[in-house]
């Protein structure tokens, strides 16, 4: 069990060293931005990393505060799907309309994750690494093809 600064010692640590995996992979290297993540240029539509004691995920969010602003956003995309899902023919994604965050805030995401694994577990960082570089990379890729469309 770690104490509260140990385990932001931790978290800082594993993102550090994300951050130090993924300059050195040759598709991310030479990259201006890393990651576009909150800056997608679609207001309410986010990118994110998730890692907990279980899992690791890479997710698209829709998190805009009016309801039906996010849920046309998410029919919106599922026009996109074929695109978005690019790639991911081993592992579907899933679209989940409607799910809540640990705030209690109820938002739409798309996502795919990798059970099994644990963020407290240094000898798990690498598949950490490797899951959410290669699937964020075409997620954000994915994504980007079909930016334009959704600001419309």
Known sequence: MYSKEELKNLKSEFWESF?????????????????MLYDT???????KFEVSRKHAAVLIELNHKNENTRLEMFERLGWYKETIERGFEE??????????????KEVSQIYLTKEGIDF??????GEFFRFMADNMYKLESNFDEI??????
Do not use: I
Not at 120 to 125: L, N, T, V
Not at 147 to 152: A, D, I, P, Q, S
């Open 41 to 47: 240029k679609v207001r309410g539509v986010e990118l």
């Open 120 to 125: 407290h577990k240094r000898a798990d960082w």
């Open 91 to 104: 592992n579907r994604l899933t679209w989940d309309l409607v799910c809540t965050t640990d705030t209690g």
């Open 19 to 35: 951050s130090a995996f993924c300059e050195v992979q040759p598709l991310l290297r030479g990259r201006k931005k890393m990651w």
């Open 147 to 152: 930016r334009e469309y959704l600001t419309e």
